[in-house]
């Protein structure tokens, strides 16, 4: 493992998450097949409101993929004006429908409808994000046995991530940044797992002298949705620099919309190990949605 705390510049090891990612699509595959070979298509639905082109994209990729390794794929649309009501009913009809194993609501929702109480709604054994209270509520409470519900997919993935690298997460200190619910706050709830065994410091906009946290890390995941806001100045040489933030501005130069991650590019040249982002946790979250949906059908078919 790559670690010299050298005095001269070092190029961190990049974990592709496309290569990982690719990886695990193609254990899904298989998967699928032995699902199919019983007369079970897992099914992945998708609920998209409105027609934001950064989630059109996200969606057409979740649909894109889960296609590609045999899964059957059901893609809902309302209206950007969709009342709560309709809303709530297209839930209650994936929720009833058999033939979709899992699904996720698009995230964010137009401002006008009450997100919680859709999320709500879902049934939480088709909850593919893993998000639904009962199934975060289920993760808290079990903290060593094995989780017989969907987990958080981001988090997951970031794991994932790092242990199809061979880096060994336990006893390493994880300096999280952001306590949102999709990511940070439900990442210290799997990194601190018996399984995984990490210990964890969850900073936020609360936080004082974030860089001097962010210098005691072995490990770094920053989803705080702030560009660049990881430097190098704050990572310890060597460490393992994961950059899960999305902040999307016009590039100066061309004009057209760019996506910019929460880590500095400079941290290439002190970290030991870096996600970039696109290219790294992206496509792994899109990975462990489609896991979610095919653990689920297995355990309808009755498959440990
Ligand atoms: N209920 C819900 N669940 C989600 O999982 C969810 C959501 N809402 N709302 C939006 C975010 C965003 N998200 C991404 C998924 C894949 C990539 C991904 O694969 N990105 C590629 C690049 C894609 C591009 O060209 O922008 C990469 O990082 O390499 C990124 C972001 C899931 N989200």
Same mark, same amino acid.
Request: aromatic share 2%; charged share 20%; with cysteine.
């Given at each position: ?10 190029? #961190? ?62 893609? +809902? ?41 859709? /999320?709500?709604?879902?049934?939480? #054994? ?29 988090? +997951? ?6 242990? +199809? ?19 940070? +706050?439900?990442?210290?709830? /799997? ?19 974030? #860089?001097?946290? /962010? ?85 309808? #078919?009755?498959?440990?």
């Amino acid at each position: 493992m790559v670690s010299e705390a050298g005095t001269g510049t070092m190029t #961190a090891q990049i974990l592709d998450g496309k290569a990982a990612s690719a990886a695990i699509k193609d254990e899904l595959a298989e998967r699928v097949a032995a699902l199919k070979a019983r007369g079970v298509t897992p099914g992945i639905a998708t609920v998209l409101v409105g027609a934001d082109p950064a989630s059109q994209l996200y969606v057409g990729m979740k649909h894109k993929r889960s296609e590609a390794i045999g899964m059957n794929s059901i893609q +809902r649309e309302l209206p950007a004006d969709a009342t709560q009501e309709q809303v709530e009913a297209l839930i209650d009809e994936l929720n009833a429908d058999e033939s979709c194993h899992g699904y996720i609501v698009q995230l964010p929702l137009p401002k006008h409808l009450d997100t919680d109480a859709i /999320l709500e709604r879902i049934d939480p #054994a088709k909850d593919a994000d893993g998000l639904h209270p009962t199934n975060l509520g289920r993760l808290v409470l079990n903290v060593n046995g094995p989780i017989e519900t969907p987990l958080p997919c981001t988090p +997951r993935g970031v794991i994932e991530l790092l242990l +199809r690298n061979d880096y060994d997460l336990a006893g390493k200190h994880v300096v999280v940044v952001g306590r949102g619910v999709t990511i940070g +706050r439900s990442m210290g709830l /799997l990194l601190t797992r018996r399984q995984v065994n990490a210990t964890v410091t969850l900073t936020h906009t609360g936080t004082v002298d974030m #860089a001097h946290h /962010l210098k005691q890390a072995d490990v770094i995941v920053a989803a705080a949705g702030v560009k660049h806001i990881v430097k190098p100045e704050h990572v310890k040489p060597g460490a393992a620099v994961l950059d899960v933030g999305v902040t999307r501005e016009d590039d100066p130069e061309t004009g057209k919309q760019k996506v910019y991650g929460d880590v500095d590019p400079g941290v290439r040249e002190v970290a030991g190990f870096l996600s970039p982002n696109p290219g790294g946790v992206g496509p792994m979250t899109v990975a462990l949605l489609m896991t979610n949906v095919v653990e689920t059908a297995e355990r309808q #078919a009755g498959i440990a």
